[in-house]
């Protein structure tokens, strides 16, 4: 009997991963996280809860679709339950190992290539080429005792692709005309009509922006929009501009992607981001982290004027090319309000073409579910409005067909089981969310313990801090309400500590204490650093801003 079990990405976007089991071999497909909700701070990110894998006792191999965070972000923290290795494309494979190296967690990393395949226990994992919005991404025919599954991962069908490497349309066909027992695949786009388009629709834009531009070029994109990165460079080079890297998500996947031939930049063309101020205005593109509004990143210290290296004023033009990730709008506008508030000219995707989903709308949909034509459907990545619109769509590519395809719409921790009998849900693991603070890496064990002994031991803190929203300035005195956390002279450790956050608000720039993801942000390190000196506990702290 095989037991398919999703744990997470149905019933939500991200953290996607799905478990397999026949007899006592159990694998993992993708790792991945979620970023949590911006207000929800001193959680940096969320995986999927381990508890079934750890039911199910080891698992035989972990793999890999492709190198999105969605998809690899939890790697380190599931690794230690892995027995066999890791199976990913070079690139994938790439973007996970300073992962590891973060978290000091060693793994054998086995490279695979598209139409590889590997045999794990009773499973033969095959690699099938895809397209995205990145390089070297595969979906799987993972071949079982009961039949084939084919699950997509991320793809959208991109006719011109940047690399010249095609989803390998004939592989899924013949695999179709065998016969597949279910397809897995992706409802991202599902509510968009018709086709998503090439990574190469972007061009026009960027030509546009190229030729009228004059002064600095600033974009925000994604660090792993690595044909994002490509279609700049190939630009800037044509409009005779140098290109920076700046930010160190960008930086570090810049170096893997040219590092591995899937970034090609013209001799003379790059220059460090220490370099930027030697050069003028109108021979500079920095290619910047930040696309959501993220307080730390690059964009949003260059948009306070607080960045090393970067300056941004009148003639300047910042692109955002990239999608805002739902819960990011306000954090993207505060970014851009100060980026106004610079002189500089802001571009979005509202505004202009500017970014392009990796994602395959309706009809790439429909061309899969026809490709492959399984037995059973289940669609996956997507909160429930997408899954069942993707049921919808699916029931209308086949409702001429006879037998038709049976749909299962399944959510996380739903046990989906496939045997003689066909396939259905039969049953529920569990499931659930684990909120990981990545200031303290490098311990291990159960997250949800982890963060409830910490809470137990170290407490919370809550710094209440009055702000008047038009002068920016102090009101009053800030007030630490704590929890849990009681210390020797505590009256006077809390005094202090209020003192700091007055200091704190004083030296911020009037930006940055009208902006209260910033101030949120600059009071909750520097309160975490005094008390991790003075007490050499680490509270949460949680900064509550009251704006008057
Ligand atoms: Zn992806
Ligand atoms: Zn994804």
Redesign the pocket.
């Known amino acids: 009997m095989l037991e398919i079990v999703p744990l997470g990405g149905l019933g939500e976007f991200g953290m996607n991963m799905l478990a397999l089991s026949w007899g006592d071999t159990t694998i993992v497909v993708d790792a991945g996280v979620m970023f949590p909700d911006p207000e929800l701070l001193g959680v940096d990110r969320i995986i999927p809860d381990t508890t079934y894998l750890q039911q199910k006792g080891r698992v035989a191999a972990l793999v890999l679709t ?1 190198g ?1 965070e ?2 690899i972000g939890g790697v380190a923290h599931i690794v230690p339950l892995v027995d066999g290795p890791v199976y990913g494309t070079p690139l994938t494979l790439a973007l996970v190992a300073p992962k590891l190296e973060e978290h000091g967690v060693e793994h054998a990393l086995v490279p695979v290539r598209p139409r590889d395949r590997v045999t794990i226990g009773p499973f033969d994992v095959e690699f099938i080429r895809v397209t ?2 990145m390089p070297d991404c595969v979906a799987l025919a993972i071949h079982t005792p009961v039949g084939v599954i084919v699950h997509t991962g ?1 793809f959208k069908v991109d006719q011109t692709p940047i690399d010249g490497e095609h989803l390998d349309v004939h592989r899924f066909a013949e695999l179709g005309s065998k016969g597949v027992l279910a397809l897995f695949a992706d409802s991202t786009n599902i509510d968009r009509r018709g086709f998503t388009g090439s990574e190469l629709e972007v061009v026009e834009a960027f030509e546009e922006i190229f030729t009228s531009v004059r002064g600095k070029l600033i974009v925000a994109a994604f660090a792993s929009s690595i044909f994002r990165m490509q279609i700049l460079v190939d630009l800037a080079a044509q409009f005779d501009r140098k290109v920076a890297f700046v930010g160190r998500g960008m930086i570090q996947n810049s170096e893997i992607a040219i590092r591995l031939g899937h970034l090609k930049i013209p001799a003379g063309t790059q220059i460090k981001d220490a370099d930027v101020p030697t050069f003028p205005a109108q021979d500079v593109l920095c290619l910047s982290t930040g696309s959501q509004g993220e307080p730390a990143a690059a964009l949003s210290r260059i948009a306070i004027d607080d960045h090393r290296y970067v300056k941004v004023g009148e003639d300047d033009t910042v692109v955002i090319s990239a999608r805002a990730i739902p819960g990011n709008e306000k954090a993207i506008g505060r970014v851009i309000n100060h980026l106004g508030r610079r002189g500089a000219d802001v571009i979005h995707e509202g505004i202009k073409h500017v970014h392009v989903s ?1 994602h395959g709308s309706e009809e790439e949909l429909k061309l899969m579910l026809s490709l492959v034509r399984p037995r059973f459907f289940v669609p996956v990545h997507g909160e429930y409005r997408q899954l069942s619109q993707h049921a919808r769509v699916a029931k209308r590519v086949f409702a001429g067909r006879d037998p038709r395809p049976e749909i299962l719409l399944a959510e996380d921790g739903d046990v989906i089981v496939f045997d003689d009998a066909g396939g259905r849900i039969a049953g529920k693991a569990p499931v659930g969310r684990v909120l990981i603070d990545d200031t303290r890496t490098g311990e291990v064990g159960d997250e949800v313990l982890r963060d409830r002994r910490h809470l137990a031991e170290d407490g919370l803190v809550v710094p209440v801090v009055a702000i008047n929203k038009q002068t920016g300035a102090l009101e009053g005195v800030p007030d630490i309400i704590t929890r849990g956390f009681v210390m020797e002279d505590g009256q006077a450790l809390l005094a202090d500590g209020a003192r700091l956050l007055s200091d704190v608000v004083a030296q911020a720039s009037l930006e940055e204490r009208t902006d209260q993801g910033l101030i949120k942000e600059k009071l909750r390190v520097e309160l975490r650093r005094f008390f991790r000196k003075r007490s050499g506990r680490r509270p949460f702290v949680l900064p509550v801003i009251m704006e008057i």
Request: glycine share 12%; charged share 25%; no cysteine.
């Open positions: 492709h999105h969605d998809h995205h919005s991320d990796g």
